[in-house]
């Protein structure tokens, strides 16, 4: 059983920083790409950034050159600085993982989110 935990979320002032992790856990498996989503109150999930395997990265609009993702590989965790945060950031941040486990089809896996809130 693959699971993914996040960590790192809070509270923090407008201007300040934060920074998700998300470490994958479990037995025999492969990941692939890794990414960043929220939820706000009312809104859909969006994309905020995700990583290939190879580093390759891929941001939204609203986040370029504030939010920087990274993974560490050996470690199978993905992680998300957030700089000069705005309230309008302020959401459930979710991270999601492709991964092939051992045995199984490959698919992708879900964390059981972390809330971010930036007052003003």
């Known amino acids: 059983q693959v699971q993914l935990a996040e960590s790192g979320g809070g509270l923090v002032q407008a201007g300040g920083s934060l920074r998700l992790s998300c470490a994958a856990s479990?037995?025999?498996?492969?990941?692939?790409?890794m990414g960043w989503y929220r939820q706000a109150p009312g809104n859909e999930r969006e994309l905020v950034a995700d990583i290939t395997s190879g580093g390759v990265t891929n941001y939204a609009t609203s986040v370029k050159g504030r939010f920087t993702i990274s993974r560490d590989n050996a470690k199978n965790t993905a992680y998300l600085q957030m700089n000069s945060l705005k309230p309008e950031d302020s959401a459930v941040y979710y991270c999601?993982?492709?991964?092939?486990?051992?045995?199984?089809?490959?698919?992708?896996?879900w964390g059981q989110g972390t809330q971010v809130t930036v007052s003003s």
């Open positions: 999601k993982a492709d991964i092939k486990p051992v045995g199984r089809r490959r698919q992708d896996y």
């Open positions: 479990g037995r025999g498996f492969s990941i692939n790409a």
